[in-house]
């Protein structure tokens, strides 16, 4: 069989590649596909993560076999053993041939972007993220705005190490998520250098209603909204008719590029955007199109991050199903039943009609 490359391209991967690219990395890759607008970027796969991890242990026990044995109710001892996995991962050096293949890949998006140190997103992207099961959103880490090769090699080495958090730890052994079932790539993407940016959903994520797109959008980079660090902006748009439902939120904080040139810094955001719209309705119109394609392309609704550039392009930075509304309509699917009567039963939480 022929071995997986340390570092594909986006452009190279689709849905079909979640274990070699993960969650994150195959869908950046489908929506590449789909005639998207996505950032360019590349992936540090699945395989480069096991060459990297299969050689380490921790007091002596391989890693997989180290957190099969964990207890997710003992928490300390549960937060000890994370913060040995976590060291043990970020402190291995890089396998030669990883490393050389994705500092190669990073200097040719330097090359291509005209940009010795050209800023990029370091981003997890775990093969069990952002499917419909089991969704890992936010369990791993994301690096924005980093510089150089060197920067970019141990943010790959810290977002690996993120699969061994106290959370994602959690979460899987709570789930029974094997594993040995389970890997993580790294996406790497130029940064766009965003004037408003947010997340978006193809159906309503307080009622379930699929015939609206419910955006919220703020000043700056996206990670502000993401992590609740402002009250965004909400624009509620019909998919029949067009309306558009606004509430336009005092925006006080914003995420921005570092002026030393790498990370991330929140400040105030200026007085005269505060109370301004973060979205014209020209924008609003593109988000929505872009949405609908979307949600068409992958045949259900979606959770999806965007940003509008400086220069007013529209970028998606991912897409994923949603699944909160997609679980309850599950739930509500009624087993079969013995009597027709039953299935209203049911439906009525287990009450009959006169108990109200």
């Known amino acids: 069989m022929t071995s997986i490359a340390p570092v594909l391209h986006l452009r190279e991967v689709g849905l079909g590649d979640v274990p070699t690219v993960g969650g994150k990395g195959a869908s950046l890759g489908e929506l590449l596909r789909a005639g998207i607008r996505v950032p360019t970027g590349f992936a540090v796969t699945t395989a480069a993560f096991g060459r990297a991890v299969e050689q380490l242990t921790v007091d002596g026990v391989p890693i997989p076999a180290r957190v099969a044995g964990l207890d997710p109710a003992d928490a300390p001892a549960l937060a000890a053993a994370c913060a040995q996995l976590r060291a043990a991962v970020e402190a291995a050096p890089l396998p030669g041939e990883v490393a050389a293949a994705v500092s190669t890949a990073y200097a040719a998006m330097c090359e291509e972007g005209a940009d010795a140190s050209l800023p990029v997103a370091v981003r997890s992207s775990a093969t069990s993220e952002d499917s419909a099961e089991a969704s890992f959103a936010g369990l791993q880490d994301t690096y924005l705005w980093v510089r150089g090769a060197d920067p970019v090699l141990e943010h790959v080495r810290r977002c690996w190490a993120s ?75 019909s998919k029949v008719t067009g309306e558009v439902k606004r509430n336009v939120a005092t925006k006080t904080r914003w995420h921005r590029p570092d002026p030393s040139g790498s990370g991330v810094v929140e400040t105030d955001v200026p007085a005269d955007l505060q109370d301004r719209p973060s979205l014209s309705d020209e924008e609003i119109a593109e988000l929505v199109a872009i949405a609908r394609r979307v949600e068409a392309h992958y045949g259900r609704p979606q959770d999806i991050e965007w940003a509008v550039a400086e220069g007013g392009d529209v970028f998606l930075l991912q897409s994923r199903p949603e699944t ?33």
């Open 163 to 237: 699969l061994y958090s106290v959370e994602s730890v959690t979460y899987r052994l709570r789930r029974g998520i094997p594993e040995t079932d389970l890997g993580m790539a790294v996406v790497v993407q130029r940064m766009v250098g965003a004037r408003s940016s947010g997340v978006l959903f193809t159906r309503s994520p307080l009622s379930g209603d699929r015939s609206v797109v419910a955006i919220d959008a703020s000043w700056g980079l996206g990670s502000a909204v993401v992590s609740g660090d402002v009250t965004p902006d909400s624009f509620v748009v």
């Open 324 to 356: 909160v509304w997609a679980a309850k309509d599950a739930a509500r699917k009624a087993a079969p039943t013995a009597r027709p009567f039953d299935h209203v039963f049911n439906l009525l939480g287990g009450k009959r009609p006169s108990e109200g």
